[in-house]
C-alpha cells in the first residue's frame, strides 16, 4: 500500500512539473515534421537556400514574418523538437514558395514542393515517424493559378478543388504508410482576405473578393472530406475560419492596425512604423501574404487547441 501511494504520487508531481499550464497526458507523440510554403519556412527553406531577399535575413528571423511562423510556436506550445522542411518565397508575388507539386504548380522560386520535402524525409529513413505528428500546410501558391476569383462557375474552380483534394490525401496516405500515427493538415487559408488580393488580383471588386473566398471554402470542404476516410488519424485544422475569426474581429485579437495596411510590400507599406518604431505586431499583415509573428502565435495556439480536442 505504501508503494503504491508513494508511486502514485511520484506520478503527479511528474505531470505536474512537466506542464503546469496543461495539466494532461503525454501527446500519442514525441516529435514534429513539418511541410509547407513561407507561411511555415522556420529558415530551413527559403533562408538556408539565400533567397530571402536583401539582405537574406531581411526582416531578421529568416522567416517570411517578423518572427516566428506558427508552426514553430507550435512545436513549443507542444515541448516537442521540430524538423522543418518547409520552403517559401517572396511575399506572394512572382517568386512564390512550395506547391502541391511543381509538375502542377511550378515555383519560381525553385522552392521544393510538397513531393519532394516528404520525399526528403522519407527518402533519408523517416527518422522518428513512428512517434511523430506531421503537419502540412500547403495550397495558397497553387490557389492563385489555377482558379477564377471572377467567375465561381468556372470549370476550373472545381477541378481545383478536386485536385486539391487528391493531392494532399495522396501524401497523408503516403505518410501514413510509411508509419506515421497522425498527420495534421492545415487548409488553405482566406486570401481573399489578404491585402495580395486587391492590389494584383480584385481592385475595389467586391464581388470578386467574395467570389474567391467561396472558392477556397469549397476546396477546402473537398480536402476534409477526402480526409475523413483516414478517421482519426488524421487532425484537420480549419485555418480559414480561424483567420477569418480573426479579421472580423482584430481589434479585439490585439490588431489596432486598419487591415488595409501591412509592413512591407509596396510604397504604401508603413515599414519605418513597423520595424524601425517596433509596431509590428499591432498590424495583423507583415506583407501581401504573410501574417505578423503575432498572427502567427494566435494560430499557432488555436492549432494546439484542435490538437488537445482531437486526444480529448
Given at each position: 500500500?505504501?508503494?503504491?501511494?508513494?508511486f502514485t504520487?511520484?506520478l503527479?508531481?511528474?505531470?505536474?512539473a512537466?506542464?503546469i499550464k496543461?495539466?494532461?497526458?503525454a501527446?500519442p507523440?514525441?516529435?514534429l515534421?513539418?511541410?509547407?510554403?513561407?507561411?511555415s519556412d522556420?529558415g530551413?527553406?527559403?533562408?538556408a537556400?539565400?533567397i530571402?531577399?536583401?539582405?537574406?535575413?531581411?526582416?531578421g528571423?529568416?522567416?517570411?514574418?517578423?518572427?516566428?511562423?506558427?508552426?514553430?510556436y507550435l512545436?513549443?506550445?507542444?515541448k516537442?523538437p521540430?524538423?522543418?522542411?518547409a520552403?517559401g518565397?517572396?511575399?506572394g508575388?512572382g517568386?512564390f514558395?512550395?506547391?502541391f507539386?511543381n509538375?502542377?504548380?511550378?515555383?519560381?522560386?525553385?522552392?521544393?514542393?510538397?513531393l519532394?520535402?516528404?520525399?526528403?524525409?522519407?527518402?533519408?529513413?523517416?527518422?522518428?515517424?513512428a512517434?511523430?505528428l506531421?503537419?502540412?500546410?500547403f495550397?495558397?501558391?497553387d490557389?492563385?493559378m489555377?482558379?477564377?476569383?471572377?467567375?465561381?462557375?468556372?470549370?476550373?474552380?472545381?477541378q481545383?478543388?478536386?485536385?486539391?483534394?487528391?493531392?494532399?490525401t495522396?501524401?497523408?496516405?503516403?505518410l501514413?504508410?510509411?508509419?506515421?500515427?497522425?498527420?495534421m493538415?492545415?487548409?488553405?487559408y482566406?486570401?481573399?482576405?489578404a491585402?495580395?488580393?486587391p492590389?494584383?488580383?480584385?481592385?475595389?471588386?467586391?464581388?470578386c473578393?467574395?467570389?474567391?473566398?467561396?472558392?477556397?471554402?469549397?476546396?477546402?470542404?473537398?480536402i476534409?472530406?477526402?480526409l475523413?476516410?483516414?478517421?482519426?488519424?488524421?487532425?484537420?485544422?480549419d485555418?480559414?475560419?480561424?483567420?477569418?475569426q480573426?479579421?472580423?474581429?482584430?481589434?479585439?485579437?490585439?490588431?489596432?492596425?486598419?487591415?488595409?495596411?501591412?509592413?512591407?510590400?509596396?510604397?504604401?507599406?508603413?515599414?519605418?512604423?513597423?520595424?524601425?518604431?517596433?509596431?509590428?505586431?499591432q498590424y495583423?499583415?507583415?506583407n501581401f501574404?504573410?501574417?505578423?509573428?503575432?498572427?502567427?502565435?494566435?494560430?499557432?495556439?488555436d492549432?494546439k487547441?484542435t490538437i488537445d480536442?482531437h486526444?480529448?
Amino acid at each position: 500500500m505504501l508503494f503504491k501511494t508513494s508511486f502514485t504520487f511520484f506520478l503527479l508531481s511528474f505531470v505536474a512539473a512537466r506542464s503546469i499550464k496543461a495539466p494532461r497526458a503525454a501527446y500519442p507523440f514525441n516529435n514534429l515534421v513539418a511541410y509547407g510554403d513561407e507561411l511555415s519556412d522556420n529558415g530551413n527553406g527559403s533562408f538556408a537556400h539565400g533567397i530571402t531577399g536583401d539582405p537574406a535575413n531581411v526582416y531578421g528571423f529568416g522567416t517570411w514574418t517578423n518572427g516566428p511562423v506558427a508552426v514553430s510556436y507550435l512545436a513549443d506550445l507542444l515541448k516537442v523538437p521540430m524538423t522543418d522542411y518547409a520552403f517559401g518565397g517572396c511575399c506572394g508575388g512572382g517568386s512564390f514558395g512550395a506547391t502541391f507539386d511543381n509538375a502542377y504548380t511550378k515555383s519560381p522560386a525553385g522552392a521544393t514542393d510538397m513531393l519532394g520535402q516528404i520525399s526528403n524525409y522519407t527518402g533519408t529513413g523517416s527518422k522518428g515517424i513512428a512517434s511523430s505528428l506531421q503537419f502540412l500546410w500547403f495550397g495558397e501558391n497553387d490557389l492563385s493559378m489555377h482558379t477564377d476569383a471572377f467567375w465561381l462557375g468556372d470549370a476550373k474552380n472545381a477541378q481545383f478543388a478536386t485536385d486539391a483534394a487528391a493531392k494532399i490525401t495522396a501524401s497523408v496516405k503516403g505518410l501514413l504508410d510509411k508509419g506515421a500515427p497522425y498527420v495534421m493538415v492545415a487548409n488553405i487559408y482566406p486570401k481573399h482576405l489578404a491585402p495580395v488580393t486587391p492590389k494584383y488580383l480584385c481592385g475595389t471588386n467586391a464581388d470578386c473578393v467574395k467570389t474567391w473566398g467561396q472558392v477556397i471554402t469549397s476546396a477546402n470542404a473537398a480536402i476534409q472530406k477526402s480526409l475523413g476516410q483516414f478517421g482519426k488519424k488524421v487532425i484537420y485544422y480549419d485555418v480559414f475560419s480561424y483567420m477569418v475569426q480573426i479579421l472580423n474581429n482584430s481589434k479585439a485579437y490585439g490588431f489596432p492596425k486598419p487591415l488595409n495596411l501591412f509592413c512591407d510590400g509596396d510604397e504604401t507599406a508603413q515599414w519605418d512604423d513597423c520595424m524601425v518604431k517596433g509596431n509590428a505586431n499591432q498590424y495583423f499583415w507583415m506583407n501581401f501574404i504573410q501574417p505578423t509573428t503575432a498572427g502567427h502565435k494566435l494560430i499557432a495556439q488555436d492549432m494546439k487547441k484542435t490538437i488537445d480536442a482531437h486526444f480529448a
